[in-house]
């Protein structure tokens, strides 16, 4: 398992979100010695090409890429960091998907939301959709949030994809000696509080046994975290839990207990990567149909 990064996608649109991305990713590589591609995708021409004329069809394609990679050498260059840059045409996520595969990148990085109209929800529709279809670990970063290793955030619910989390998580804490939080939240609201107390018990006793597996593995790995249980809406205690250790990174997987479809990531991972101030990093299981 990486424990860092050799090649980082950066996935580039012009928006403030994608901007600090990339900053980030500069700062990043230049600590990892990675390298970077930065990729800028056009939507397909569908105009009428003899109105246009094809002389000009090259530059009404190209053109707003070309801009667009433009800014993204000169980000590149203000953080002394070199960069390859590659402009793609079609559907934004699956070229995302496409190059990062092509290429062996070992990560991708996105800013949380985009330019286009789409891009409404808690997080951007392409960033959304290239984190429910690609097999890569994707680090989502908000319009003004950094990059810091230095408290990772871990929460749990004991599926399989989740696994595949706490392994990456204890692995970056191991490489970049990090300091780690683990948390399993006992989904429960006011009702079932109240209706049936014993019930919550149980949950509670469930979370609390997923920690101490979580604290086995890091103690393979000569490890030791801190870890907490708490209870209420799963998306809401993280978000809670998060501001309160004052974290740096989230680490979660693509698909938790309460999933959805692979269109969107599941409804807990995306609303922490939607609503979080810190960055977050989704690590895959390899499930993907």
């Given at each position: 398992m990486a424990e860092t990064y050799r090649k980082i996608l950066v996935a580039y649109d012009g928006s403030p979100s994608a901007r600090n991305a990339l900053t980030e990713a500069c700062r990043l590589a230049r600590t990892d010695k990675s390298w970077i591609k930065?990729?800028?995708?056009?939507?397909?021409?569908?105009?009428?090409?003899?109105?246009?004329g094809v002389s000009r069809i090259g530059e009404t394609i190209s053109g707003p890429g070309q801009t667009l990679l433009s800014e993204a050498r000169a980000i590149a260059d203000a953080a002394e960091v070199q960069v390859l840059t590659n402009m793609a045409q079609g559907e934004p996520y699956d070229r995302i998907?496409?190059?990062?595969?092509?290429?062996?990148?070992?990560?991708?990085?996105?800013?949380?939301?985009?330019?286009?109209?789409l891009d409404r929800g808690l997080i951007g529709s392409v960033t959304a959709?290239?984190?429910?279809y690609t097999k890569k670990d994707v680090l989502v970063v908000p319009a003004t949030a950094t990059i810091d290793w230095g408290h990772l955030l871990l929460p749990?619910?004991?599926?399989?994809?989740?696994d595949a989390a706490v392994a990456k998580a204890i692995a970056i804490a191991k490489a970049r000696k990090?300091?780690?939080?683990a948390v399993s939240v006992a989904y429960t609201n006011d009702e079932i509080s109240a209706l049936a107390p014993e019930a919550v018990n149980i949950l509670i006793r469930h979370a609390q046994k997923l920690l101490h597996d979580v604290t086995n593995q890091a103690a393979q790995e000569g490890l030791s975290l801190t870890t907490v249980v708490r209870e209420g809406e799963p998306e809401d205690a993280i978000l809670a839990l998060a501001a309160d250790i004052k974290a740096s990174l989230i680490v979660m997987s693509s698909h938790g207990r309460k999933g959805l479809s692979r269109l969107l990531m599941g409804s807990v991972t995306e609303h922490v990567i939607g609503l979080g101030d810190c960055p977050v990093l989704v690590s895959h299981c390899g499930i993907i149909s």
């Open positions: 930065v990729l800028a995708v056009l939507p397909s021409y569908e105009g009428d090409l003899e109105l246009i998907v496409h190059v990062a595969e092509d290429e062996n990148c070992d990560l991708i990085v996105m800013g949380r939301r985009g330019l286009t109209h959709r290239v984190i429910g749990t619910d004991g599926s399989a994809c989740s990090s300091k780690l939080t």
